[in-house]
């Protein structure tokens, strides 16, 4: 199980917010939590590079640019500071992938909830994201494999599991995995560095 964390001191945090009171007390807030507070104008996020930062606090609010958006949620985590409660404004908070939100006026009360929900919740979502793809990459490797037996049970004359153990000879001949040994037997500009697939005539 992942690790929760607890403790943001030194995270850079990004707020996408007009200038005025909310801002003022939620850099006060992030700032006693140990947050190093960045601001940007929302109004200036096409036109200008936003600096590094470890999380994003964005003004639902305003029409900031949705591909900015986007592009901040892809590999950071995202929480939306909320005052108008409208079906419209909440479904862009959906989109945008939120991990979590803020209600204004801000208050003490929620910040840290926020921040510890956000972080972690996509920490989660990027180590699940990471399963998936060494599934898939597992999957594809399996189905290689299966192409590779069936070839040389085709080339060979021999049965299922002959064919099987005769790649993963020639995988641990050439100290390859035996994915990398199969990808290898498919691809014909490769067959010449591989031992013959064959240890026995075809039958008749």
């Known amino acids: 199980m992942t690790r929760i964390k607890t403790n943001f001191r030194g995270l850079r945090a990004l707020v996408l917010h007009g200038e005025g009171a909310t801002t003022d007390r939620l850099a006060g807030i992030l700032q006693r939590l140990g947050l190093i507070v960045l601001f940007h104008d929302p109004a200036e996020t096409e036109a200008a590079a936003l600096p590094e930062c470890d999380l994003v606090l964005f003004d639902a609010d305003e029409e900031i640019e949705a591909s900015v958006l986007d592009r901040l949620a892809a590999t950071l985590p995202m929480i939306a500071l909320i005052g108008n409660e409208a079906p419209s404004r909440l479904a862009r908070v959906v989109r ?70 005769e790649l993963r000879r020639r995988a641990m001949e050439l100290r390859v995995p035996i994915e990398t040994a199969a990808r290898m037997t498919l691809d014909p500009s490769d067959t010449e560095s591989l031992p013959s697939p064959c240890r026995r005539p075809r039958k008749a």
């Not at 929620?110 to 921040?115: C, E, M, Q, W």
């Not at 510890?116 to 793809?133: F, V, Y």
């Not at 085709?154 to 099987?164: F, H, P, Q, R, S």
């Open 96 to 165: 945008f992938r939120c991990n979590s939100h803020i209600l204004k006026p801000i208050r003490s009360m929620g910040v840290y909830s926020a921040l510890l929900l956000a972080t972690n919740g996509h920490e989660q979502h990027l180590q699940t994201c990471r399963e998936i793809e060494s599934f898939r990459q597992r999957l594809a490797g399996r189905r290689t494999v299966t192409k590779a037996v069936l070839k040389q049970m085709t080339l060979c004359g021999i049965d299922e599991d002959t064919a099987y153990e």
